[in-house]
T-cell receptor, first 111, second 113 residues
Framework: DAEITQSPRHKITETGRQVTLACHQT?????MFWYRQDLGHGLRLIHY???????NKGEVSDGYSVSRSNTEDLPLTLESAASSQTSVYFC??????????FGSGTRLTVV | DQQVKQNSPSLSVQEGRISILNCDYT??????FLWYKKYPAEGPTFLIS?????DKNEDGRFTVFLNKSAKHLSLHIVPSQPGDSAVYFC????????????FGTGTRLKVLA
């Protein structure tokens, strides 16, 4: 079955370090999205891509970057991790009728 | 500006009773709404949706009602079961065709056995 997987599931890192969260999909879908979930804020869009070599900023993109070198992967990089980036991160493929299919998430803690 | 709002962060309901989760929106251009359910340590999963041309959509125990004049939608779960305990998010397409969605802040539902 086609799926979307995220790794790692949990990550603890230190302030100032660069961190990359992986997202891999087997849907062969052009569109991939990254969200973060925080209490009191719901899910907020970080970056998204409509295809290879295409990347776009979402509403909370500061401090994050993405690259899209193939259809399957959209890694999310925190250039210099900050405590404010402690969150749960979700990668998603959009469908049509049912909105998104989400990955299982990565819980990131910045200490 | 929070265009999709869920004003109740939490809700507790007795098993077998009705759960009503509410969502308000500000943008009258929204033409489609979705509800997602999220269990701990899992990604959100699609639950039910409604188009703005309808005022009700039903799927088993779950019914979503849309009141366009009030810019309000609600999710009814009847009867509520302990397995329904989760966080529920409402969402709307930010701009139709872009696949970008705006999510509410979520309501944590606890169904008491």
């Amino acid at each position: 079955d086609a799926e979307i997987t995220q790794s790692p599931r949990h990550k603890i890192t230190e302030t100032g370090r660069q961190v990359t969260l992986a997202c891999h999909q087997t849907w062969n879908h052009n569109n991939m999205f990254w969200y973060r979930q925080d209490l009191g804020h719901g899910l907020r869009l970080i970056h998204y891509s409509y295809g290879v070599q295409d990347t776009n900023k979402g509403e909370v993109s500061d401090g994050y970057s993405v690259s899209r070198s193939n259809t399957e992967d959209l890694p999310l990089t925190l250039e210099s991790a900050a405590s404010s980036q402690t969150s749960v991160y979700f990668c998603a493929n959009p469908g049509t009728y049912y909105g998104y299919t989400f990955g299982s998430g990565t819980r990131l803690t910045v200490v | 500006d929070q265009q999709v709002k869920q004003n109740s962060p939490s809700l507790s309901v007795q098993e077998g009773r009705i759960s009503i989760l509410n969502c308000d929106y500000t943008n009258s251009m929204f033409d489609y709404f979705l509800w997602y359910k999220k269990y701990p340590a899992e990604g959100p999963t699609f639950l039910i949706s409604i188009s703005s041309i309808k005022d009700k959509n039903e799927d088993g125990r779950f019914t979503v009602f849309l009141n366009k004049s009030a810019k309000h939608l609600s999710l009814h779960i009847v009867p509520s079961q302990p397995g329904d305990s989760a966080v529920y998010f409402c969402a709307a397409p930010f701009i139709s065709g872009t696949y970008k969605y705006i999510f509410g802040t979520g309501t944590r539902l606890k169904v008491l056995a």
